[in-house]
C-alpha cells in the first residue's frame, strides 16, 4: 500500500476552518488556484474536498494520502488567536473525512502553546490520528521550547510521528504577521524531540527552494546521521523552481534511504523544471510530468529523481497506522 504523507486540506469559510485575507490574496494561494483550474472558480471548502477527494480517488498508483489539519496560533495565555493564524484546518473536520472516506487518513495538528494541549493530543490519538503536523513559523511553535518536554513524551508514548516543516517556508504566512517566526523552521531546533525519543519527519528534506533562501540542509543531514529517529519527508520536490531540481539532482544520493517517507505536499504544485537533468534520466522525468493525476505524478517523477522505493515501506512503518486485522487461522 503506498500512501502519501503529506497532503494539505484548507477550510476556506468557517467550514473546517479558516484563511485569512492575506494568505487568500497571496500569491502563493493564487498559484495553487491556478494549477488546480481553480483560478476563476467559487472557491469555498466544498470546492477544495471535492478537488482533494477526486484526486485521490482517481489516483492509480497512490493508495492512501493523510489529509493534514492545521491547528491555530494560541497566545500566551493559551488561548486560540484568529488575528495570528493564516491558515486554521479543524482536527474534528479532517478526523471526520477519514472516517467518511477509506482513502483518506487522519493527519492531526496540536499547538502545544494551548492550555489544553496534553488533553488534545490524547483525543486526536483517540481519533486515530497518524501523524501530527506543525509549521513552526506559521503557528509560532519553538521546537526547542522546554517547556514542551512532557508534550513529547506523550507524542513518544502513543507512537506518533510529529511532522515539522523546516528550512524555507514560501506559502503559509508567519503568525501574527512576525518576520521572526522564520526562524523556528531552523533544523537545530529538532534536537530536543529528537532527544525525548520522538519520531520526527522533518518536511521537504530541509531543502531551500530558490537561490535566496537559507540553506541548512548540510547541517540537517548531519543531525539525521547522528538521530536514528529523525526522518524526513519527499514533498514539495517537484515545485516548478530550477534552483530546487538542480538542488535535488545534487542531493538525491545524500540522504540515508532507509529514513525517506512519501509525500506530495499536494495541493501546491507537481510541475518540476527539467533544468539540470540530462540524457535518458532527463527523458524519463519528462515522462513522468505527462501523467495526468498529480498525486501519480508526484509519485512517478521522484521515482524518475532517483529517490528509493524504500520510501513507501518506511511511510508504512513510520505512521501510526491501525493494526491489521490479524489474518483468520486456515
Ligand atoms: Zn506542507
Redesign the pocket.
Given at each position: 500500500m503506498i500512501i502519501d504523507c503529506?497532503v494539505?486540506f484548507a477550510g476556506i469559510d468557517g467550514v473546517g476552518g479558516y484563511i485569512s485575507r492575506k494568505f487568500k490574496w497571496s500569491p502563493s494561494f493564487l498559484m495553487m488556484r491556478h494549477f488546480t483550474g481553480h483560478l476563476f472558480k467559487k472557491i469555498d471548502t466544498q470546492a477544495v474536498l471535492n478537488h482533494l477527494l477526486e484526486t485521490l480517488n482517481r489516483a492509480e498508483k497512490v493508495d492512501r494520502a493523510v489529509f493534514?489539519a492545521l491547528d491555530e496560533v494560541y497566545d500566551a495565555e493559551g488561548n486560540p488567536s484568529a488575528q495570528g493564524t493564516h491558515l486554521h484546518a479543524a482536527n474534528d473536520f479532517v478526523a471526520g473525512l477519514a472516517r467518511d472516506h477509506e482513502k483518506v487518513l487522519f493527519g492531526a495538528s496540536v499547538n502545544p502553546n494551548r492550555k489544553d494541549a496534553l488533553d488534545e493530543l490524547d483525543r486526536v490519538a483517540e481519533m486515530g490520528a497518524v501523524l501530527v503536523?506543525w509549521?513552526p513559523s506559521a503557528q509560532g511553535i519553538d521546537c526547542a521550547d522546554t517547556r514542551f518536554v512532557p508534550f513529547y513524551r506523550k507524542l513518544a508514548d502513543l507512537g506518533l510521528p510529529l511532522l515539522p516543516?523546516v528550512g524555507a517556508e514560501h506559502?503559509?504566512p508567519v503568525a501574527w504577521g512576525r518576520r521572526d517566526m522564520k526562524d523556528l523552521n531552523h533544523p537545530a531546533r529538532l534536537e530536543l524531540p529528537l532527544d525525548q525519543g520522538v519520531k520526527v519527519v522533518a518536511?521537504?528534506c530541509c531543502l531551500p527552494v530558490f537561490w535566496w533562501d537559507p540553506n541548512h540542509s548540510a547541517e540537517f543531514l548531519s543531525l539525521m546521521l547522528s538521530y536514528r529517529n529523525l526522518y524526513a519527508d519527499v514533498?514539495?520536490m517537484t515545485l516548478p523552481s530550477g534552483f530546487r531540481a538542480r538542488t535535488i539532482k545534487r542531493m538525491v544520493g545524500e540522504f540515508p534511504p532507509d529514513r525517506l517517507l512519501f509525500?506530495s505536499?499536494y495541493p501546491?504544485p507537481v510541475n518540476p523544471s527539467l533544468r539540470g537533468w540530462k540524457g535518458e534520466q532527463r527523458e524519463r522525468i519528462k515522462r513522468a510530468k505527462a501523467v495526468a493525476n498529480p498525486m501519480d505524478r508526484n509519485l512517478e517523477l521522484l521515482l524518475a529523481m532517483g529517490f528509493s522505493e524504500q520510501m513507501f515501506a518506511t511511510t508504512r512503518q513510520v505512521l501510526r497506522l491501525p493494526a491489521e486485522p490479524a489474518p483468520a487461522e486456515a
Open positions: 503529506h494539505h493534514l503536523k509549521l516543516h506559502t503559509i518536511a521537504h514533498s514539495a509525500g505536499d501546491i
